[in-house]
C-alpha cells in the first residue's frame, strides 16, 4: 500500500505509511491528540498541541545576563506563577537554543 501527500491538488509525496495500533486507553487519546497536531510549515514539521495539554503556558528567558535583567525576568516568573500559569524560568542558555528547546517542548509562548 502506498499514500500519498497532496498539496493543492497535487501530489508532492509518495510513502509507505506505518500503523500505530495501541488497544485502547491514554495511548489511543495520545496517538489522536498527535496526530490532529501535526502540521508542517516551510519545510518543517511543527506540532502544535491544544493549549489544554501543554506542559507549559509560558516561558520566561532573559535575553542578557547582565543589568538586572535575570532579577527582572525572575520577577516576572514569580508574578505569572502567583497567576496560576504554568510557566518556567530558564536563563542556563543561549538565547537562541533557549528559544529551540522550549519550542520542542510545547511552550504557548516563549
Known sequence: MVAERIKEGKVIEKFYPYVAEP??????????????????????????????????????????????????AYKIYLNLKEKGIDCVYDDTEYIGKAYAKYDEIGVLIV
Open 23 to 72: 488497544s485502547f486507553g491514554l495511548e489511543r487519546l495520545m496517538l489522536c491528540s498527535l496526530s490532529l497536531a501535526y502540521s508542517e510549515r516551510d519545510g518543517r514539521i511543527i506540532l502544535k498541541l491544544p493549549s489544554e495539554i501543554a506542559p507549559y503556558h509560558a516561558a520566561v528567558l532573559p535575553l542578557v545576563r547582565k543589568d538586572g535583567i535575570p532579577e527582572m
